[in-house]
């Protein structure tokens, strides 16, 4: 099982960008997609989730700016944010659980003041 994030980047405080995530090796309409994020020096946090009926989860500090979802033909979960903040900037990590935990690797989103 593996997942490829991507979708990252630099952009200024009150701009958008959008993650997505590509999975392989398992049935990912069957699976709850996660994304997480770890700024410097803190600890990795949820940022949304979605579970296979759609049923949609955010962290109180993205709520109204970020939306996960979800496009199970083409195996894959994205994640929308709007209105970004400097607080936002980390390292953005794709999860899900298919008999083991699963993570992609990270990508980068900053966001200037």
Do not use: H
């Not at 960008?17 to 949820?46: D, F, H, I």
């Amino acid at each position: 099982v593996q997942l490829q994030a991507s979708g990252g980047g630099f952009v200024q405080a009150g701009g958008s960008l959008r993650l997505s995530c590509v999975s392989s090796g398992m049935v990912n309409r069957l699976a709850t997609m996660r994304w997480y994020r770890q700024a410097p020096g803190k600890q990795r946090e949820l940022v949304a989730g979605i579970s296979p009926d759609g049923t949609t989860n955010y962290t109180d500090s993205v709520k109204g700016r970020f939306t996960i979802s979800r496009d199970n033909a083409r195996k894959a979960v994205y994640l929308q944010m709007n209105s970004l903040e400097p607080d936002d900037t980390a390292v953005y990590y794709c999860n899900t659980y298919w008999r083991r935990d699963v993570w992609g690797r990270g990508t980068l989103v900053t966001v200037s003041s």
